[in-house]
């Protein structure tokens, strides 16, 4: 019975001692919600500080600017004229047949190289890049017709002596072996042709009256 009661009183002085905490806590959070609510708000435009510049000191600036320009007096002898040529875009008449003269990249010799070494390197001609691209897919390719043979043999035998034309040569032995094949096929069926082609004999008529040039094509 004794240890009961010692129980109740423990737990009455317990429940006492939480009472009078919580009671505190709650007076100390209703004085700082009176605080909060007695400091005024900080106006934003207050932390900005406030402007010197006046629009007034700019515009009288403006207006003695305005003053001095125009009481200044400008004299024909002050004003020059800037004499230097200048560059123009109109041809000159001394020009105009360089302009329109027809100049060929064949027709440009090897003198206009920087490298003075190549000068007497041959130069790749008679073949444009598409036919270069043709013959060089031919003699990549497994299988080929006479025609694409044919036309390989005849642009490597255009280009040989270039160096195109021996870097190709140096790339592998089957590509050599073909190029050497080709350009040889080329040589004999373009033997054949010219040597079937008769020739046409030219009779010139003793008389100017029965001369016709047309009996020459």
């Known amino acids: ?60 600036k403006e207006e003695t600017e305005q003053k001095q320009t125009e009481s200044i007096s400008v004299s024909d002898n002050d004003v020059t004229f800037d004499d230097s040529p200048k560059s123009t875009a109109r041809i000159s008449d001394e020009q105009l047949d360089d302009v ?16 003075k070494k190549d000068s007497d390197v041959p130069q790749a001609k008679g073949s444009s890049f598409e036919e270069i691209d043709a013959a060089v897919n031919t003699i990549k390719a497994p299988k080929a017709t006479d025609k694409e043979k044919r036309h390989a043999g005849k642009v490597f035998h255009e280009m040989d002596g270039n160096q195109f034309y021996e870097k190709f040569m140096e790339n592998s032995e089957e590509c050599k ?3 050497h094949d080709y350009v040889t ?33």
């Open 185 to 217: 096929f080329y040589l004999q069926t373009h033997k054949i042709v010219e040597i079937s082609k008769p020739k046409k004999e030219f009779k010139v008529s003793d008389s100017i009256e029965d001369f016709n040039i047309l009996d020459f094509v």
């Open 1 to 60: 019975m004794e240890t009961i009661f010692l129980i109740f009183l423990i737990v009455l002085a317990a429940f006492n001692v939480w009472t009078i905490y919580f009671y505190n806590k709650l007076l100390l959070e209703v004085a700082n919600d009176k605080e909060k609510e007695k400091k005024p708000l900080i106006d934003p435009m207050a932390l900005v500080g406030k402007s010197l510049f006046k629009v007034s000191q700019l515009r009288k």
């Open 100 to 115: 329109f003269t027809n100049v060929r990249i064949e027709d440009i010799g090897v003198k206009y190289s920087d490298n």
């Open 177 to 179: 072996k073909n190029i």
